[in-house]
């Protein structure tokens, strides 16, 4: 098992080299949330210091896909994992085992 200081080392590594999609697979596999209509992550313009955007994005029962800003490692780490496994409730809710329509509702 490999180190906290490790781990970040390699999540730095990866958001230096411009592989922000890599180090966010990593988090979805290390923090084990992944769900079987995840379809991946898509990256977006980046965020500004005040404000980060994470969306679930695709038709419900399709892969949904989480879209992400290109320097998502410039914030907390534990702000990134909290977003990630917030939209991936999205992703849970837009499976075809619950369907739910109403954005409002998936909120």
């Known amino acids: 098992m490999e180190s906290k200081e490790t781990f970040l080392q390699l ?4 958001h230096e080299t411009g592989q922000t999609i890599k180090a966010a697979l990593l988090l ?7 769900q079987p209509n995840f379809g991946g992550i898509l990256l977006r313009e980046k965020a500004d ?3 980060i955007l994470f969306t679930a994005e695709g038709k419900i029962g399709e892969p949904i896909f989480i879209r992400i800003p290109e320097n998502t490692f410039e914030f907390p780490l534990e702000l990134m994992v909290n977003l990630l496994a917030h939209e991936m409730v999205h992703v849970i ?4 085992a619950l369907s739910i329509e109403i954005r409002e509702e998936r909120e």
């Open 28 to 34: 979805i596999d290390k923090f084990e949330l992944n």
């Open 93 to 96: 809710q837009k499976s075809k």
């Open 49 to 51: 210091p005040s404000y």
């Open 11 to 14: 999540i730095k590594n990866y």
